[in-house]
T-cell receptor, first 116, second 115 residues
């Protein structure tokens, strides 16, 4: 099992569809993240979960809805997306030590999303 | 506020050439951490190195070496005798000691190594 697994790897959806991205980490970490990577733009942090609690929401539109049922799984629910939401969505995990993030993130291979 | 600048958008070299990827950062913290990540075509970012602000020793790992210069706020990455497998996007990142503890990434430098 690779450390951080994301499914699906590729997703094409219409603007009215509802879909979900899934992330699973097998590293025993207690923090998980969603990043968005668009062409020609820096990595954008979207959400952070520490010990299953959401601690960061970087002004992400409500059409993106995260869910973290346990410290190993993270979902990103998508609905009524726009074409500009097409991007690579990367999940990452890390270990908090005494509540502090070491900064070393372990990434999945990403889910390539295309919104038509 | 923290900021990471990778001024080189894309670098193209021929195999066996040495190449240096630049990273300049800004922070008001005296304690901070710097990172380099590699993103191959498969997509996942792979952690390469972490360096804290109190350790200015340069580091070498095989063909990779890192030059940390606090005086110029730079943390440059050199690949010696580049290989085609080094082709990837390389990200520099900065994490301050306070705040959310989450690293801020630069825009990345795309390295293309031609055979």
């Amino acid at each position: 099992e690779t450390g951080v697994t994301q499914t699906p790897r590729h997703l094409v959806m219409g603007m009215t569809n509802k879909k979900s991205l899934k992330c699973e980490q097998h590293l025993g970490h207690n923090a998980m993240y969603w990043y968005k990577q668009s062409a020609k733009k820096p990595l954008e942090l979207m959400f952070v979960y520490n010990f299953k609690e959401q601690t960061e929401n970087n002004s992400v539109p409500s059409r993106f809805s995260p869910e973290c049922p346990n410290s190993s799984h993270l979902f990103l629910h998508l609905h009524t997306l726009q074409p500009e939401d097409s991007a690579l969505y990367l999940c990452a995990s890390s270990q908090l030590i005494q509540g502090e993030n070491t900064g070393e993130l372990f990434f999945g291979e990403g889910s390539r999303l295309t919104v038509l | 506020a923290q900021k990471v600048t990778q001024a080189q958008t894309e670098i193209s070299v021929v195999e066996k050439e040495d190449v240096t990827l630049d990273c300049v950062y800004e922070t008001r913290d005296t304690t901070y951490y710097l990172f380099w990540y590699k993103q191959p075509p498969s997509g996942e970012l792979v952690f390469l190195i972490r360096r804290n602000s109190f350790d200015e020793q340069n580091e070498i790992s095989g063909r990779y070496s890192w030059n940390f210069q606090k005086s110029t706020s730079s943390f440059n990455f050199t690949i010696t005798a580049s290989q085609v497998v080094d082709s990837a996007v390389y990200f520099c990142a900065l994490r301050e000691s306070g705040g959310s503890y989450i690293p801020t990434f630069g825009r990345g430098t795309s390295l293309i190594v031609h055979p």
